[in-house]
């Protein structure tokens, strides 16, 4: 697993009304203690803290919620590595598919009636060009995978 030794990441999230900058998006995550060295801890991530008002907001800027109450509930049961990985998402969907919205729900997973999220990209390209642009986006989201985080969370496209 890759470490991350750069948190004050330049990641922009652009949408109809401005910017959100990624640094900013991950300090909305109510944590116990703020980030006092230039490493990141994952082993501080494993804990949940609770959604606060502005990470909320930030994640309805970014995604079109389907059952957003469902989706909030969730959320406090989870670990804040999910939580910052729903802020990266959008960026990188941004960065190989700049056209198109996000949508994020809350499922049953059908193999086992787990409850996971399932973000999807509205996307008006070709099979071949979005699964390989999905490929890339699946690479970069595996480096921030700790204590199984991917396996609360689903990316797929959404033909139109």
Same mark, same amino acid.
């Given at each position: ?12 999230? @652009?949408?109809? /009304?401005?910017? =959100? ?7 909305? +995550?109510?944590?116990? *203690?703020? %980030? ?39 959320? @406090?049961?989870? /670990?804040?590595? =999910? ?7 959008? +960026?990188?969907?941004? *960065?190989? %598919? ?60 959404? %033909?139109?």
């Amino acid at each position: 697993m890759p470490v991350h030794t750069n948190h004050k990441s330049n990641y922009i999230y @652009t949408y109809e /009304g401005g910017n =959100l900058n990624l640094r900013d998006m991950t300090m909305s +995550i109510k944590f116990s *203690k703020s %980030f006092k060295t230039p490493e990141y801890n994952f082993e501080f991530f494993k804990t949940a803290y609770g959604v606060t008002n502005s990470y909320w907001q930030n994640l309805n800027i970014m995604y079109h919620l389907i059952n957003d109450n469902e989706i909030k509930k969730y959320l @406090t049961t989870k /670990g804040d590595d =999910l939580k910052i990985l729903l802020l990266y998402i959008p +960026i990188f969907v941004q *960065k190989y %598919f700049p056209n198109d919205k996000i949508s994020l729900e809350l499922i049953q997973d059908p193999d086992n009636s787990k409850s996971l999220l399932r973000s999807y990209i509205h996307t008006k390209l070709s099979a071949s060009e979005a699964t390989t642009k999905l490929s890339k986006i699946d690479n970069l989201a595996e480096e921030f995978e700790t204590n199984n985080t991917l396996d609360s969370f689903l990316l797929n496209v959404e %033909f139109e």
